[in-house]
């Protein structure tokens, strides 16, 4: 088990619900970020939070919707997704609130959109 | 061309083989390096975590860097059976964005 806690572990949604996915980490980490992984790819970083401030936004589709309620949980928002959303969501958090620090990963969520 | 680049693979080796994994970058900005481990339907794991040229060690794990030719290498002895997983190299150059390879995925025969 990782310490970063992701639920829910699957989520199948349709195009016109709404849904959220929820990540948590007692690490004391100081920053939190949001990736989308595809099939045999890498991660690719969607949202970084640091010091519960959103740092990075890289350019994705408003009907993904993150917020940072406190310095252990990060939440995204979905809505009105599309079938090309579905993907391995992953949370992430690193120590260092300016990123100097590597990454630790929570298991995903696996979102299939209908 | 790529910031970093790694062969997909997949890499196929029988029980005991020593593995090497490798990656090469562009950027000589990087300053720290990591190696993870990705099961399937799984999160990447951490690995190895290096901030300066040369070697780490950690059990069966050796992690090497050569900032010079811009290179890194992740070394497995007595590789097992649950190791057969993909391994993502990674690096940073300071602030938030962390640049993977593509992964190689490696395949331990029993």
């Known amino acids: 088990d990782t310490e970063v806690t992701q639920t829910p572990k699957h989520l199948v949604m349709g195009m016109t619900n709404k849904k959220s996915l929820k990540c948590e980490q007692h690490?004391?980490?100081?920053?939190m970020y949001w990736y989308k992984q595809k099939a045999k790819k890498p991660p690719e970083l969607m949202f970084v939070y640091s010091y519960e401030k959103l740092s990075i936004n890289e350019s994705v589709p408003s009907r993904f919707s993150p917020e940072c309620p406190n310095s252990s949980l990060l939440n995204l928002h979905l809505h009105a997704l599309q079938p090309e959303d579905s993907a391995l969501y992953l949370c992430a958090s690193s120590q260092d609130g300016g990123g100097n620090s590597p990454l630790h990963f929570g298991n995903g969520t696996r979102l299939t959109v209908t | 061309q790529k910031e970093v680049e790694q062969d997909p693979g997949p890499l196929s080796v029988p029980e005991g083989a020593i593995v090497s994994l490798n990656c090469t970058y562009s950027n000589s900005a990087f300053q720290y390096f990591m190696w993870y481990r990705q099961y399937s339907r799984k999160g990447p794991e951490l690995l190895m975590y290096?901030?300066?040229?040369g070697n780490k060690e950690d059990g069966r794990f050796t992690a090497q860097v050569d900032k010079s030719s811009k290179y890194i290498s992740l070394f497995i002895r007595d590789s097992q059976p649950s190791d057969s997983a993909t391994y993502l190299c990674?690096?940073?150059?300071?602030?938030?964005?962390?640049?993977f390879g593509a992964g190689t995925r490696l395949f331990v025969k029993a």
């Open positions: 290096t901030y300066s040229s």
């Open positions: 990674a690096m940073g150059g300071g602030g938030f964005k962390t640049i």
């Open positions: 690490m004391g980490h100081r920053a």
